[in-house]
């Protein structure tokens, strides 16, 4: 089957460690069965999997992609929930210490077929096309958790997102706007600030711009570059809820603002398949729908991901086999 791998490591320039070819058909354990993959959507996770961050040199080639909407053996429209946990697991998915996400033990979604737990699959709702709900299992969801569960936010709050155009980013826009947050959004591109705005966002600001008053909450996605301002910008017993470092993890830590203002850091990975039923259900039943940068085959991937690396995505990339 056509599919798209790391064949190696590269951490400067992880494109040229992008494969596509043909592989063998997933194996599939007991108590998995296969998907057929209609549609797969990229993540910044793909990115570091080249870079060789969370991979082993012995697992290559690794088939890439941790999201995928698609059909199952039975002809069931599915979601596949990303988050594999193991059998015996209970309770919250994102809390097992050996979980891991599709493509990093296993292989991932970029194929014409996924092998994947039973208890992954969940229905996929008519009202959301196949390229709609890959964006969902991953950067969606990690949004969703962000605000809602790990976040605890309440309408009315003050929230901002750094680094706008990102595919957490944009659901973080969307999502806040629903829920009756007041919503700003920084990026370095003026022209995501100008499609921030149009998205949901109340104001939209240069990264590391000074703001009107400051926030409840700060959502961080970006890391190094983004750190020191999302902790100035909080309120005294303001929190950041941070689940990505994409320009590096070793920012100031600004300790003494940390305790004098009583700020908390919060962190939060994935979410559990009880809140992607529940994100699922909130888009159909609010007619909210995940912003799709661009659709492409899985045969020119390789543009996708060029485009991400570049820095240029505004929502989510898709593929489709
Ligand atoms: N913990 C989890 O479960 C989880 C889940 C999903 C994602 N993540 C992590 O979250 C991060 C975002 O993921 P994604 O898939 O949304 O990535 P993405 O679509 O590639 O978005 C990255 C965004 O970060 C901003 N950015 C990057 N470098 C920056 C810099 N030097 N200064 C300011 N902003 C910068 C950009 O915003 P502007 O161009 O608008 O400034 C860009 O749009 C990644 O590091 C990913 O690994 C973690």
Known sequence: M??????RFDADD???????????????????????VKAASLNHHDLWSLRGVGLREEQLPMILGCDAAGVDQDGNEVVVHAVISDPEWRGDETLDPSRSLLSEKHPGTFAEQVAVPRRNLLPKPPELSFEEAACLPTAWLTAYRMLFTRGGLVPGSTVLVQGAGGGVATALIVLGNAAGLRVWATSRSEAKRERALRL??????????????????????????TWSHSVKALKPGGKIVISGATSGPSPPAELTRVFFLQLSVIGSTMGTREELDRLMRLCVDRGVRPLIDRALPLREAHAGFEEMARGDVFGKIVFTP
Do not use: N, Y
């Open 200 to 225: 949901g966002a109340d104001q939209a600001f240069e990264s590391g711009a000074r703001l009107p008053e400051r926030v409840d909450a700060v959502m961080e996605t970006v890391g190094a570059a």
């Open 2 to 7: 056509l599919a798209v791998a790391a064949a």
């Open 14 to 36: 992880p494109l040229s460690a992008l494969d596509l070819g043909e592989r063998p058909e997933p194996e599939v354990p007991a108590g998995w069965t296969t998907v057929t």
